[in-house]
């Protein structure tokens, strides 16, 4: 079975600055997908990117990157320039090919210091 | 984008109770979807796969007579918790996606308190 890990319960970030948050999986498939989710107090899971395992440009999107390792199962993400308004819960989640459910990991939790 | 429509969004109800969640694709035909369970500072749970016109699938520890599921067509998904109890209360957020592609889009979720 597919298991996500994410090691840092809590991680905070000063305003305007960098942070990279951690996430480690587990799979024998070689076609999958990983994403990052960010889920604010609303609860809304709000999709922030997604990476397919196939290719190996790193996903971009506005502020938000990923450095995906797949010999190493790593799919860190990294927030650029932090918000306010990024303080959240980010779950990291694994997807195998085709219409399968999402793995998540246990969650991060974010705090932007003002 | 595709949306997704969860309702009610928040219900509260005595002991006893049976309660239905729905789960609507608004723009896209579903062929499955996905309910999870999320526990107070806790991550996202799978607890069945709905497919259309099908038994759902359920996960390990999950008590198929208590969660009803039923995806009557490819654009409606529910989620009946039969004589609900307090420890049945939890955060309940379905998900759906067109066949084969991805990612999934949630709704919004629907938070269930039992008194």
């Known amino acids: 079975a597919q298991t996500v890990t994410q090691s840092q319960p809590e991680m905070s970030v000063q305003e305007a600055e960098t942070v990279t948050l951690s996430c480690t999986y587990d799979?024998?498939?070689?076609?999958?997908?990983l994403f990052w989710y960010k889920q604010p107090p609303s609860r809304q899971m709000i999709l922030v990117i997604r990476?397919?395992?196939?290719?190996?440009q790193n996903a971009t999107e506005n502020r938000f990157s990923v450095n995906f390792q797949k010999a190493a199962k790593s799919f860190s993400l990294k927030i650029s320039d932090s918000q306010l308004g990024d303080a959240a819960m980010y779950f990291c989640?694994?997807?195998?090919?085709?219409?399968?459910?999402?793995?998540f990991g246990k969650g991060t939790r974010l705090s932007v210091i003002a | 984008g595709a949306v997704v429509s969860q309702h009610p969004s928040w219900v509260i109800c005595k002991s006893g109770t049976s309660v239905k969640i729905e789960c609507r694709s608004l723009?896209?035909?579903?062929?499955?979807m996905f309910w999870y369970r999320q526990f107070p500072k806790q991550s996202l749970m799978l607890m069945a796969t709905?497919?259309?016109?099908?038994?759902?699938?359920?996960e390990q520890g999950v008590e198929k007579d208590k969660f009803l599921i039923n995806h009557a067509s490819l654009t409606l998904s529910t989620l009946t918790v039969t004589s609900a109890h307090p420890e049945d209360s939890s955060f309940y957020i379905c998900?759906?996606?067109?066949?084969?592609?991805?990612?999934?889009?949630f709704g919004d979720g629907t938070r269930l308190s039992i008194l």
């Open positions: 709905s497919n259309e016109g099908s038994k759902a699938t359920y």
């Open positions: 998900s759906a996606s067109r066949q084969g592609v991805t990612p999934q889009h």
């Open positions: 990476q397919e395992a196939y290719k190996q």
């Open positions: 799979t024998s498939e070689s076609d999958y997908y």
């Open positions: 989640a694994y997807a195998g090919s085709g219409n399968t459910p999402l793995v």
């Open positions: 723009d896209f035909q579903a062929t499955t």
